[in-house]
């Protein structure tokens, strides 16, 4: 193409940037989840794709951005820590439900790099929530969840398991499960 230009770089938009502009056609909740996975620290090491103070300056940027009302209020609930959407969900769901806002990548001891990781969960119960995706059905993960629940209640914690099923209920069973624990203490 005559006259294109061969240096793109500042016609193509940010992760960022598209989270901004998504704003105006996703409601919160998915920019939520996209926020999320934007600020997550990938598992394996390096930066996460986005920062929550380079979506918050985005934001102050472009005050008069189509959908900016609603990318403002994602971005109050965006939280480092979640690995996939339905965790996100998972925490929303507990705390529009009333119940606290669980900790995100919980171990059950924090010093102890060997110590296993949670999805999410509430230290004060010692409760672990896992979200449990398609690759767990398979024998291999299968083994290492086992293995991972055993490691769990050696350190005194209880763990409960949540997958598609509790997704598509907007995790009912996990509102009133942890409700219940909540009301025992």
């Not at 770089?9 to 998915?30: H, K, Y």
């Not at 600020?39 to 986005?50: N, T």
């Not at 398991?161 to 009912?172: C, G, I, K, M, N």
Request: one cysteine or more; glycine letters at 8%; hydrophobic letters at 35%.
């Amino acid at each position: 193409m005559p006259g294109a230009p061969t240096d793109l770089t500042g016609w193509i938009a940010s992760r960022s940037r598209t989270w901004l502009d998504l704003a105006s056609v996703l409601d919160v909740d998915n920019l939520i989840v996209i926020g999320d996975q934007l600020v997550r620290i990938p598992r394996h090491g390096g930066a996460p794709l986005a920062t929550r103070q380079e979506l918050q300056a985005l934001c102050e940027a472009h005050p008069r951005a189509r959908g900016i009302g609603r990318a403002r209020e994602a971005l109050e609930q965006v939280r480092v820590g979640a690995d996939s959407p339905p965790e996100t969900k998972m925490r929303l769901a507990l705390i529009r439900s009333g119940l606290p806002e669980p900790e995100l990548q919980i171990s059950p001891s924090p010093e102890n790099p060997y110590a296993p990781k949670g999805d999410l969960g509430y230290r004060q119960l010692s409760l672990v929530l896992q979200y449990e995706g398609g690759h767990h059905r398979t024998p291999e993960q299968y083994s290492r969840d086992l293995n991972r629940e055993r490691e769990w209640a050696s350190y005194g914690w209880s763990s409960l398991r949540y997958d598609v099923s509790d997704l598509r209920s907007e995790f009912a069973r996990a509102i009133v499960e942890v409700d219940r624990r909540f009301r025992r203490i």
